[in-house]
């Protein structure tokens, strides 16, 4: 038999072993990645899962301080008991005070009540809502009954109104302003502001209700202008 025959055969047999060496190492490769794959999921997946849920929370919080509104003016009408919503308030203020409803956003409370209800939780949840929004410098103005406004006030809740309205403002509201012992204007009656005569708030109450500005507002420009929007 010719050499070049027994060459030709032993270059297709190593060929052939090389064949079966590549495919031996891919199908080992797979085996091996496969099984590091597994052994890093069954070792380290709680830490996996931690890493992406720290992630996840991340993203979601920088989405949603990229895209939330600014509120500019925080209301409480506690019991006020009006059939509009809160929502409608909000609505017609933002309208009328020209402000951007895209960047900017107004919370007009009215469904708080401190009496007038049976429940004494929704009471205290109530008063627990205005006790922490003011420590936490959230609120802006507050209405209530007469009795509970000037109990409040005994620790200064209310900011005194002339350091806010001019003299002519204040001499156009004299007969519904509610001065304190010691002089200050710490509020208004609601029966002189038209704005809540307009959405029946206090009306059970024939107007014996005063609304003001808190005295740590953070936003007392706007707190002064939704004042004069209602009178």
């Known amino acids: 038999m010719p050499v070049h025959f027994f060459y030709m055969q032993d270059e297709m047999g190593q060929e052939s072993e090389r064949g079966y060496s590549r495919v031996f190492q891919r199908e080992n490769g797979k085996r091996g990645l496969k099984n590091d794959l ?8 709680f830490q996996v899962i931690a890493v992406l849920i720290v992630m996840f929370m991340a993203i979601y919080f920088l989405i949603s301080s990229l895209t939330q509104k600014e509120c500019v003016l925080s209301v409480m009408l506690i019991d006020c008991h009006t059939d509009v919503s809160s929502e409608q308030m909000e609505k017609e203020y933002m ?15 009215n469904n708080l009540m401190f009496q007038g209800t049976d429940s004494g939780n929704y009471t205290m949840a109530s008063l627990s809502k205005f006790m922490t ?6 609120l802006d103005v507050c209405g209530m009954l007469e009795d509970d406004f000037l109990k409040y006030d005994k620790s200064g809740t209310y900011m005194d109104l002339r350091n806010c309205l001019t003299e002519e403002e204040l001499d156009e509201l004299k007969g519904n302003l509610c001065i304190a012992e010691d002089g200050r204007v710490i509020g208004i009656y609601t029966q002189g ?9 206090y009306e059970l109450q024939n107007g014996r209700a005063i609304i003001g500005i808190i005295y740590n507002t953070p936003h007392e420009e706007e707190a002064v202008n939704y004042l004069r929007y209602l009178v």
């Open 38 to 45: 597994e052994y890093f999921w069954m070792y380290y997946k």
């Open 95 to 109: 309208w009328a005070a020209g402000l951007d409803e895209k960047n900017c956003q107004v919370q007009i409370q």
């Open 133 to 138: 929004d003011i420590g936490s410098q959230k």
């Open 193 to 201: 502001l038209s704005g809540l005569v307009a959405y029946g708030c």
